[in-house]
Nanobody
Framework: QVQLVESGGGLVQAGGSLRLSCAAS????????WGWYRQAPGKQRELVAS???????AYADSVKGRFTISRDNGKITVDLQMESLKPEDTAVYYC??????????WGQGTQVTVSS
């Protein structure tokens, strides 16, 4: 079993920055990919950013140029650096971890609130 612990959410003014972190622990023998998703009230969960073990990244158009995903394969952690935050970035952010393509684990979610 794999456990994910997220940290770093909070309240920030528009234009500000936040850094989210997620650490995985448990029976981990491989790393396929990490992802950060978010879900705003009344909306579906959406992919914000992803990074594969190779380092290849992908971003939602809405966050390109503002958010940066990074990972540490040795520590089994993933971060999401969020800059120039906007009120529409307000959501619960979830860490997603895939040890391989057939398995996926979710963090408990961390609230990010951006005030205007």
């Amino acid at each position: 079993q794999v456990q994910l612990v997220e940290s770093g959410g909070g309240l920030v003014q528009a234009g500000g920055s936040l850094r989210l972190s997620c650490a995985a622990s448990g029976s981990i023998f491989s790393i396929y990919a990490w992802g950060w998703y978010r879900q705003a009230p009344g909306k579906q969960r959406e992919l914000v950013a992803s990074i594969r073990s190779s380092g290849t990244t992908a971003y939602a158009d809405s966050v390109k140029g503002r958010f940066t995903i990074s990972r540490d394969n040795g520590k089994i952690t993933v971060d999401l650096q969020m800059e120039s935050l906007k009120p529409e970035d307000t959501a619960v952010y979830y860490c997603n971890f895939q040890p391989d393509i057939s398995l996926t684990y979710w963090g408990q979610g961390t609230q990010v609130t951006v005030s205007s």
